[in-house]
């Protein structure tokens, strides 16, 4: 099988050395709330009585927060 929603948020965390509250802070930058038990449910192995899988809005948010955060808000468009 291919990679899960959850495969790729690991990877990312790992990649860019994010802890949980910064990845906390990420999500907050385009109001997503999420929460540091979340994450952790996120980040658990498949066999886990609490893992919980990674749905598409979850990493889109996640992805949309890490552009703002690494590269800044985008800047106003110029008519």
Do not use: W
Not at 14 to 37: G, P, Q, T, W, Y
Not at 62 to 73: A, D, K, S, T
Request: a positive charge; hydrophobic letters at 40%; charged letters at 30%.
């Amino acid at each position: 099988m291919g990679l899960t929603n959850n495969d790729i948020f690991k990877k990312l965390r790992v990649a860019h050395k994010l802890r949980d509250d910064e990845i906390v802070k990420i999500c907050a930058l385009v109001d997503f709330n999420v929460s540091k038990s979340e994450l952790n449910a996120l980040f658990r192995s498949e066999d886990h009585p609490k893992y919980m899988e990674c749905g598409d809005q979850i990493l889109r948010n996640f992805l949309n927060g890490l552009i703002i955060h690494l590269r800044g808000p985008m800047p106003p468009k110029k008519k």
